[in-house]
């Protein structure tokens, strides 16, 4: 089961969706601090997650686009210039090979009926020696059970399931890390004390969290059985 692109806007505007865009936003500054001269395709609905990253004078990227899928639906942004918005089918992203240093799938993988065909995608796109950074709901996690939210939709993932998926898709995973330990409760005590659950479960590396962040590369080759 999908989830419209309206639905999607309205849950980052509720201070739960706020919660879950500042904790996602500081892991992803953590692994990609710098991206001047980088080329950024945001694939699902990625666009919280693109603002810090469009001022080119501050470490910003040199072009970004936000590609969401059709069976999602497209909006308009930035709001203040030119749109960077498309809208594209998964398994035919409308871009020439390695057009993109850096690859962001979120609200993606699990939305997918045919993830491998996107992620073929994806591979083809990236430029060698680029990265993607994939954050799916976490099979495990409180976030995969409640549908007011919308890690909440789709096919949750283990880390194992992930990392086969990827390896699949011919790439090479390099980092790992868990995002969300919060209850996905809109209550104000739970709001206000997302950041001590990010930190605890961070520390104690907690099973329930709700998502997976991980870092990839492309492999170059297609590796082979040696007899």
């Known amino acids: 089961m999908s989830i419209d692109v309206v639905d999607l806007h309205d849950f980052y505007r509720t201070p739960l969706g706020g919660v879950a865009r500042d904790l996602l936003s500081h892991k992803l500054a953590q692994r990609w601090p710098v991206m001047k001269g980088l080329n950024l395709l945001g694939l699902g609905y990625p666009l919280p997650y693109l603002e810090p990253w469009l001022r080119p004078q501050q470490a910003g990227a040199e072009r970004i686009v936000a590609a969401m899928p059709e069976k999602q639906g497209v909006i308009h942004w930035p709001s203040h210039s030119r749109s ?56 495990r ?41 919060v209850p996905p409760l809109p209550r104000r005590m739970m709001i206000k004390s997302a950041p001590l659950w990010e930190k605890i479960g961070d520390s104690l590396s907690l099973p329930f969290a709700g998502v997976h962040l991980v870092e990839a590369t492309k492999l170059l080759h297609r590796p082979i059985l040696v007899r």
């Open 84 to 139: 960077a918005t498309t809208l594209v089918r998964t398994g035919h992203l409308p871009f020439a090979d390695y057009s993109f240093d850096r690859i962001l799938l979120i609200h993606s993988i699990e939305m997918e009926d045919s993830p491998q065909d996107m992620l073929d995608e994806v591979w083809r796109v990236l430029s060698p020696g680029g990265s993607l950074i994939a954050i799916v709901p976490n099979r």
């Open 141 to 181: 996690g409180l976030w995969a059970r409640f549908d007011t939210t919308p890690f909440g939709y789709g096919n949750p993932y283990s880390r194992s399931q992930l990392t086969q998926l990827l390896r699949q898709s011919m790439f090479s995973c390099i980092f790992w890390s868990e995002s969300l330990f």
